[in-house]
């Protein structure tokens, strides 16, 4: 499989991923809008998502996928199968122990992210009085929280998939939260709500059961097309059979490399925390509208960093183990050159739609039910501040793998550390002026800073040699970029699009209508200026 289909394929699972997570965020909105008990949702979901991306998307996918690619490139299949196996056994353990004790310390947890959660006093099930959102949120973090440990599963298992170029299924599985999440707040909201309301359950509270059974199905799906390749992991469940694992040299070396991705990874998080704790004491509705924020913000990200980075990473650490180093290093810098310019490509037409479009596409998609105008100002806002640093965030789903593929995470690591300084400098500045939408500002100026320097790293040491040709393909960007800004501005102004409300149906059609004139407007001027984009997926 070539690596624009490899990726192609990622991004159209990846599309129904996030079309079905949409969906899933529209049914929250429309059901329960944006209040003390959504805050306090978002915040009990974030904490096992926090911990999953320590132990699952990041530091361990980080350390483990260069390993096992370089052994199964020198060492062979058995060799590789084998590291699987001892990898399996030490991450189960580890997990095992970081669910119960999370379990125990949800309420410590809990006011660590977010300790304005105890001014909200959220209106509670009928007949049960009042409670607060801080409350709330420890309840749904103890249900959620054994969530990590079937990420982070699913985290081995699609290392191993994409290692062996199966990318299909770890990008399709997280469909299965999506339709997981859905069915508990139909359920939540409309189908079962007045029993629960009977029994003095809120209603919100069955969303953290789907957030679980979605884990549950995404970790049985994996482990299926794992079985299938004959690579299901053989997991050690004796003292003797961890402690053999852990003394395996391929594991060894995956822990070593773990420990300053835990860092870097650790430092990304601690943004997250940061202004998630920030939010809790601005407006009740804070963290939901960053959240809904959020959802839209990660459509380009995934479909385009998110899917470069799964298929671009053991690619890249092949090409360092190449036994021709000459060979290996132009395939290396090569490869990173057609992931920049996709990035390029495809992401600024993205950063322009959320920075002059916001109130439209959040009017269209979340204007429902609960849902207010206010919600919709807010929330855009939140977007806009996503656009600003959107090409940085896509950016570095590129750039940071050419460092990992090297097996070099301390450098990333470094810069994420300034990173972290410059964004909280900047939330001082910005966030007594713009609330909310300072907190996504700030995390997209701090994307733009670690994308240029990441870019800057490789340059200075040789490994990314640009391909010829760049300057005409950013004039022609530029040229296309600046087509599509006017038209979207346009566009932004020529409707109401919160008065809409009362039309949905055409509201939508507007919007698909809107979008598709965008792709018809950019990728014409792209074409008719001289970009040849056939031969840019092919290159």
């Known amino acids: 499989m070539s690596l624009f289909k ?12 996030r079309v079905t997570g949409l969906a899933r965020e529209l049914l929250i909105a429309t059901a329960f809008g944006a209040s003390a008990l959504t805050d306090a949702f978002n915040v009990a979901f974030r904490i096992p998502n926090l911990f999953r991306r320590l132990f699952a998307e990041g530091a361990f996918s980080q350390a483990f996928v260069p390993v096992l690619a370089t052994v199964k490139e020198r060492e062979g ?6 590291l699987i196996d001892r990898a399996a056994t030490v991450l189960a353990w580890v997990l095992l122990i970081v669910s119960i004790a999370g379990v125990l310390a949800a309420p410590a947890l809990v006011w660590l992210l977010a300790s304005g959660l105890r001014e909200s006093t959220a209106l509670a099930a009928a007949g049960s009085g009042a409670v607060t959102a801080y409350d709330a949120a420890v309840f749904m973090t103890r249900w959620m929280f054994p969530y990590i ?30 339709v997981a999440m859905i069915v508990a707040a139909l359920f939540g909201a409309y189908w079962g709500s007045p029993w629960l309301l009977a029994h003095g359950i809120e209603p919100i509270y069955t969303l953290a059961v789907g957030v679980l059974v979605g884990g549950l199905l995404q970790l049985g799906a994996q482990a ?68 809904y924020a959020d959802r839209l913000m990660e459509f380009p990200v995934a479909l385009l960093g998110v899917a470069l980075g799964v298929v671009l990473m053991p690619q890249l650490a092949a090409a360092k183990s190449m036994s021709d180093a000459q060979q290996g290093a132009s395939r290396y810098s090569e490869l990173l050159d057609w992931g ?20 439209p596409l959040t009017a269209a998609l979340y204007h429902y039910g609960a849902f207010t105008a206010r ?64 907190l996504s500002l700030s995390i997209g100026i701090g994307a733009l800073v670690n994308a240029l320097w990441l870019l800057l790293g490789l340059r200075k ?45 055409l509201r939508i059609g507007l919007l698909c209508a809107v979008v598709a004139g965008a792709g018809v407007i950019y990728l014409g001027a792209a074409w008719m200026s001289g970009l040849r984009l056939r031969a840019l997926m092919r290159r």
């Open 375 to 438: 919600d919709v100002q807010m929330t855009a806002a939140a977007l806009m501040g996503w656009g600003a640093g959107l090409l940085g965030v896509v950016a570095v789903k590129v750039l940071a793998p050419g460092y990992y593929a090297s097996q070099d995470i301390r450098t990333p690591v470094r810069i994420a550390i300034v990173v972290l300084v410059l964004t909280q400098l900047l939330n001082i500045v910005l966030v007594p002026l713009w609330q909310h939408a300072a």
């Open 77 to 82: 299949a058995d060799a590789a199968r084998h």
């Open 6 to 17: 490899a990726a192609s394929t990622v991004s159209l699972l990846t599309l129904v991923s």
């Open 461 to 505: 040491r040789g490994s990314y040699r640009p391909s010829p040709g760049w300057w005409a393909f950013l004039a022609r960007v530029v040229l296309a970029s600046t087509l599509l800004a006017a038209y979207l501005y346009w566009a932004a102004g020529a409707w109401d699009w919160t008065g809409l409300r009362a039309q949905p149906g």
């Open 149 to 178: 440990a079937c990420m982070s599963l699913v985290a081995l298992a699609a290392g191993v998939l994409n290692t062996w170029r199966r990318f299909a299924v770890p990008a399709a599985t997280p469909v299965l939260l999506n």
């Open 340 to 359: 920049l310019r996709l990035v390029v490509l495809l992401a600024v037409p993205c950063s322009l739609a959320l920075l002059l479009f916001a109130q």
């Open 224 to 291: 299926w097309a794992l079985k299938r390749m004959q690579l299901l992991p053989r997991i050690g469940l004796t003292p003797k059979s961890l402690r053999a694992a852990w003394s395996d040299p391929g594991t060894r070396r995956v822990l070593t490399l773990m420990a300053p991705a835990l860092l870097g990874v650790g430092v990304a998080q601690l943004s997250l925390l940061i202004n998630t704790q920030i939010a809790s004491y601005l407006a009740p509705g804070s963290v939901s509208w960053l959240s």
